[in-house]
Nanobody
Framework: QVQLAESGGGLVQPGGSLRLSCAASGRIPSDVAMAWYRQAPGKQRELVASITNLGTTNYAESVKGRFTISGDNARNTAALQMNSLKPEDTAVYYC?????????WGQGILVTVSS
């Protein structure tokens, strides 16, 4: 059974940086992609960034130039480097693994951007 575990959230001041990590355990096909979503209070869950097994990335307009998603197929991990954080980036961030008939979610990790 595949499971996802997120780490790296917390409290950061505006303009600061955080790095989120997601580790997938279990039997994972090679042709899957990983993504990060977020959900702010009172708002719908939205896609932040995604990366395919071939390294193709996609970003929400609101984070382009500030966030970078990376993946390590050999270790089944994905990371989200978040720079120049803004208060509006405050949300619960979720790791997602999809493809090859799978669509799995992590438990979510809180990121708070506040002075």
């Amino acid at each position: 059974q595949v499971q996802l575990a997120e780490s790296g959230g917390g409290l950061v001041q505006p303009g600061g940086s955080l790095r989120l990590s997601c580790a997938a355990s279990g039997r994972i096909p090679s042709d899957v992609a990983m993504a990060w979503y977020r959900q702010a209070p009172g708002k719908q869950r939205e896609l932040v960034a995604s990366i395919t097994n071939l390294g193709t990335t996609n970003y929400a307009e609101s984070v382009k130039g500030r966030f970078t998603i990376s993946g390590d197929n050999a270790r089944n991990t994905a990371a989200l480097q978040m720079n120049s954080l803004k208060p509006e980036d405050t949300a619960v961030y979720y790791c997602n693994l999809f493809g090859a008939g799978m669509n799995l979610w992590g438990q979510g990790i809180l990121v708070t951007v506040s002075s």
